[in-house]
């Protein structure tokens, strides 16, 4: 699956290690590292499928679902994410 990463395309696939940034939308989650466990699709009766996806945080002892909405705040564990470095490529 491809994510959005500050402007960049990154694969990520099932098994991966990841980073949400400072800007995640959800408190619970900013800064905090977890593990990729794939996607979770809802097949609604009416018809309408909707794109979820499951991760194991860290420290965490039950996976948390969340919406594609979320996908484009998902990094590689490894790139710099202080808020100041992140505040520089938002602003640049």
């Known amino acids: 699956m491809k994510i959005n990463n500050n402007g960049e395309k990154m694969e990520i696939k099932v098994g991966e290690l990841f980073r949400f940034s400072w800007f995640a ?8 590292e977890g593990l990729y466990m794939g996607e979770d699709f809802i097949h609604r009766d009416d ?8 991760v194991l ?6 996976e948390t679902i ?3 909405g979320l ?8 790139e710099d994410t ?9 602003f640049s």
């Open 25 to 32: 939308g959800s408190r619970t989650l900013r800064g905090r």
């Open 57 to 62: 945080m860290i420290g965490d002892e039950e």
């Open 71 to 78: 996908l484009k705040y998902m990094e590689s564990p490894s």
């Open 47 to 54: 018809g309408v499928t909707v794109e979820n996806h499951r």
């Open 82 to 90: 202080s808020v100041t470095q992140q505040r520089m490529k938002l």
């Open 66 to 68: 969340i919406d594609r």
